[in-house]
């Protein structure tokens, strides 16, 4: 699937630079045991182009930039 440009120009950038206006929430992906988890990512689907945006934290895989994925299955994210 090919990332629009709004979604192409938010890969690398620092998860600081907020999501572009066509990313919806979906949700958060965390690891760890229940009460004591890290959260690793805030998941974002692009209703134009329909990519998977990951706003990493420092925990996450680029630790504090933005990344393009497959979708919630395919943590951690590429």
């Known amino acids: 699937m090919q ?3 709004a979604c192409r ?3 690398g950038k620092p998860s600081s630079v907020p999501p572009h ?3 919806a929430a979906s949700g958060v992906s965390a690891f760890g045991p229940p009460g004591n988890m890290t959260k690793v ?3 974002w689907n692009c209703t ?3 990519n998977w945006m990951y706003q ?3 925990d ?3 630790p504090s930039e933005w990344a393009i994925g497959e979708g919630p299955a395919d943590w951690p994210a590429k």
């Open 60 to 62: 996450g895989d680029p």
């Open 21 to 23: 206006g066509d990313l």
């Open 3 to 5: 990332p629009c440009d």
């Open 56 to 58: 990493n934290t420092a």
């Open 41 to 43: 990512s805030s998941r």
């Open 48 to 50: 134009v182009c329909g």
């Open 9 to 11: 120009e938010l890969v």
